[in-house]
């Protein structure tokens, strides 16, 4: 499985952003798709996640209610939608893929792509 993030960039607080991660290779049809960061000198921090194909999401309190997750099965990739940007969402983000259907720690993805920065600037 690969997965390639991109869509990061600089953008001014209260802003917006649209990350996309493509999936290639095997794919896990009950599997979870995962968006997670990672700012400097902190640990991995899960954002949010996406049954492959049942639909159910689960976010991190940090972001519910400004980031949505979604996904197109068709193109075999999975967005990020971030809203209302604040410059603590500073971090390069990672997509991530679990055979498990439901995950959240890192621990528990299978596969990670490269990440992609997004920097939130006051």
């Known amino acids: 499985v690969q997965l390639q993030a991109c869509g990061g960039g600089l953008v001014q607080a209260g802003g917006s952003l649209k990350l996309s991660c493509a999936v290639s290779?095997?794919?896990?049809?009950?599997?979870?798709l995962g968006w997670f960061r990672q700012a400097p000198g902190k640990e991995r921090q899960f954002v949010t996640a996406?049954?492959?194909?049942?639909?159910?999401?689960w976010t991190a309190d940090s972001v519910k209610g400004r980031f949505t997750i979604s996904r197109d099965n068709a193109k075999n990739t999975v967005y990020l939608q971030m809203n209302s940007l604040k410059p603590e969402d500073t971090a390069i983000y990672y997509c991530?893929?679990?055979?498990?259907?439901?995950?959240?720690?890192?621990?528990?993805?299978?596969?990670w792509g490269r990440g992609t920065l997004v920097t939130v600037s006051s």
């Open positions: 290779g095997r794919t896990f049809s009950s599997g979870a």
């Open positions: 996406i049954t492959w194909n049942g639909g159910s999401t």
């Open positions: 991530a893929a679990a055979r498990r259907t439901y995950a959240s720690g890192p621990v528990e993805y299978d596969y």
